[in-house]
Nanobody
């Protein structure tokens, strides 16, 4: 089992930057892929970014390409999301996820964090 905890959410103005972190414990040193998803009230969970265990494979959702950057530490027990040029439509709860398969679909991730709120004002 893997436990995930997100941090770094907050309230910022449009155009600002924010960095999120995801700390993993348990089987964190096994070769798990990790991803970020977000969800606004009444909407489906949306893919944001994903990264392989080695960091060699990275994918981004169309709405965040060119603005967000995903990475993970060399110990592979943490994952980061650098968010630049934030827009009001980026407002959502952001979730960290992990599993053995790199995917853009939330149903293919077994382990999830509790989420961290990101609010972007206009």
């Amino acid at each position: 089992q893997v436990q995930l905890v997100e941090s770094g959410g907050g309230w910022v103005q449009a155009g600002d930057s924010l960095s999120l972190s995801c700390a993993a414990s348990g089987r964190a040193y096994n070769p798990y892929a990790m991803g970020w998803f977000r969800q606004a009230p009444g909407k489906e969970r949306e893919f944001v970014a994903a990264i392989s265990w080695s960091g060699a494979s990275i994918f981004y959702g169309d709405s965040v390409k060119g603005r967000f950057t995903i990475s993970r530490g060399n110990a592979k027990n943490a994952m980061y999301l650098q968010m630049n040029s934030l827009k009001p439509e980026d407002t959502a709860v952001y979730y960290c996820a992990a599993d053995h398969t790199l995917s853009v679909y939330p149903t293919e991730y077994r382990y999830w964090g509790q989420g961290t709120q990101v609010t972007v004002s206009s």
